[in-house]
């Protein structure tokens, strides 16, 4: 998800074809071509710009009503809208070929789904197998530029991820899922105040805080680690690097 | 050097191979000039950053370059009409039409025959959109108190939908 205007210049996408499985975007105003999952732009007049990322959530439409009431909805093409995906289409994409070379000592498989964000210049993956067993992942990412604990969290409908800073007024917190409960809430051990999915204090003794939210985003191992080589992989049970203070 | 014998003194008997020969490499070009990219950017094919690179390049060009080509092939054609016997007259609209129809594919984005762009982005309030599931996933961006949904399932055909959200320009893309 993209800002559309690069140097005041209001620019209007279309797909345009296809690099190693990531679609390439071409501009109507200037030509140039894009690539969509990193927003740079490859050939043409505006080679060498990026476009600025506008933070998305990849939700499960439930979810996603629970939080926003007043939202709108995109409506489907009428015109299209046979050639829509099925309800199984993530079935059906993680059987497709992938075509980019694959590493044999790699501890995932090209088509894994993974969470991936990027805090201080480093990259992590988290795979969703990995969520799914543990819901929540605290961990600790960065170089020297800075290490910000952080962790990311499944939501109750198995496919909404969300990640957030754990460190609230200076003080790094502890965050669990309190078992059993739907919609789902989390606590911090330091405090054990209530927060939910949106990252907001809603009871106990922090009540009103907002975390500060990571952006994450839900893609395929073999996609993401073209884009970000050097990707550190969090493999379960792995303790969260030490944060330097 | 005969220039005597014949009336078409331009294009005398001793030179119309080369004229000849030009026709068919300026079609030759044009098409290789359409097609290379059509085959370089393929979906399950492997691209190289040299091949996209030249694929733009080609793809950039062949709008400008497929028009000269025809203008340039029409003017040969003129000029070897009149001395031309009927194989020669034939060759010609034989091989305007693989001209011509480059000509008209290096104006069309074949990507979006197979998914068409959404023309206008159209909306439905949170709790009336009946074409989603509760557990279909929508990429959710907020701007300005502006919160938007775009299903995935549709998101994964057009690709990319241009719009504004919370007054702010954006290109949703998947």
Not at chain 1, 103 to 126: E, F, M, Q
Not at chain 1, 209 to 223: C, E, G, R, V
Not at chain 2, 117 to 145: F, H
Request: aromatic content about 10%; charged content about 20%; proline content about 6%.
């Amino acid at each position: 998800m993209w800002e559309s205007e690069v140097e005041g210049k209001r620019l209007t996408f279309h797909l345009a074809g296809i690099n190693n499985q990531n679609f390439i975007m071409r501009d109507e105003e200037t030509g140039t071509w894009w690539q969509q999952v990193s927003g740079e732009a490859m050939h043409g007049p505006l080679k060498g710009k990026k476009l600025t990322q506008v933070d998305n959530d990849e939700l499960t439409f439930a979810l996603w009503k629970r939080e926003n009431r007043q939202g709108r909805v995109l409506k489907p093409d009428e015109r299209v809208k046979q050639n829509y995906e099925t309800a199984d289409w993530e079935e059906k994409y993680a059987k497709l070929r992938v075509i980019t070379p694959v590493d044999p000592n790699d501890k995932l498989s090209p088509r894994t789904l993974i969470a991936g964000l990027v805090v201080n210049g480093k990259a992590a993956a988290y795979p969703l197998p990995a969520l799914e067993k543990s819901r929540l992942i605290l961990d600790n990412v960065g170089s020297d530029r800075g290490v910000t604990p952080l962790f990311i969290v499944l939501g109750d409908d198995n496919k909404s991820v969300r990640a957030f800073e754990r460190a609230v007024d200076g003080r790094t917190l502890e965050f669990y899922v309190k078992p059993g409960i739907s919609p789902i809430q989390l606590t911090d051990a330091e405090t054990a105040t209530t927060w939910d999915f949106t990252g907001k204090a809603v009871s106990g003794p922090l009540a009103g805080k907002q975390l500060k939210k990571i952006y994450a985003l839900k893609d395929y191992w073999f996609d993401w680690k073209i884009y970000h080589p050097g990707t550190r992989v969090y493999t379960l049970g792995e303790s969260p690097p030490q944060s330097k203070p | 050097m005969n220039t005597t014998s014949n009336s078409q003194s331009k294009t005398g008997k001793s030179g119309r191979w080369k004229f000849w020969l030009s026709l068919l490499l300026v079609v030759a070009a044009v098409v290789a000039m359409v097609a290379i990219p059509v085959f370089v950017i393929m979906p399950f094919k492997a691209q190289t950053a040299a091949g996209v690179e030249w694929s733009y390049r080609l793809r950039r060009w062949s709008p400008l370059a497929t028009v000269a080509a025809t203008i340039l092939f029409l003017t040969l054609c003129v000029m070897l009409w009149r001395g031309a016997r009927w194989p020669g007259r034939l060759a010609m609209p034989a091989l305007l039409a693989p001209l011509l129809a480059v000509t008209w594919f290096a104006r069309q984005n074949h990507f979006e025959w197979m998914f068409n762009p959404l023309p206008t982005a159209d909306y439905a309030r949170a709790g009336e959109a009946g074409s989603v599931a509760d557990s279909d996933m929508v990429m959710a961006i907020e701007i300005n108190g502006d919160a938007v949904a775009f299903p995935v399932r549709q998101m994964a055909y057009h690709h990319v939908v241009n719009d504004v959200v919370g007054g702010k320009p954006i290109t949703a893309t998947y």
